[in-house]
């Protein structure tokens, strides 16, 4: 216990670190046993979520039990080898995902208004 709290001491972290994490660049047949194996030497795993979508294949959401677990497979794993592909290991920052989505969700209404009113984006 006591190497517990020197590890954790009066550390601050920066505001973007947090218990989940957002992995890319994965393998698109990587298991979740072998992520498990990967992730887990770090701490102890609450959830594990793997792309399988289109969109999705090759990234997974990591949630860490603890921050300072989370903190430690980011600075060990960003640049890993697996499977002959560099893990892009990045802290899940809701906004900036979210962001994102209504970027396409908004570009998925402009198309479809586009086509029911005929409108074309091409110059004449």
Sequence with gaps: MA????????????PEVNRVLYIRNLPFNISSEEMYDIFGKYGAIRQIRIGTNKDTRG?????????Y??????????????????????????????KKFDQRKKEEELTKLQEKYGVSTKDK
């Design 3 to 14: 190497a517990l709290s020197i590890r954790r001491g009066n550390a601050r972290l920066p």
């Design 69 to 98: 677990d989370a903190k430690n497979a980011v600075d060990h794993l960003s640049g890993f080898n697996v499977a002959n592909r560099y893990l892009i290991v990045l802290y899940y920052q809701h906004a900036k995902m979210s």
């Design 59 to 67: 990234t997974a959401f990591v949630v860490y039990e603890d921050i």
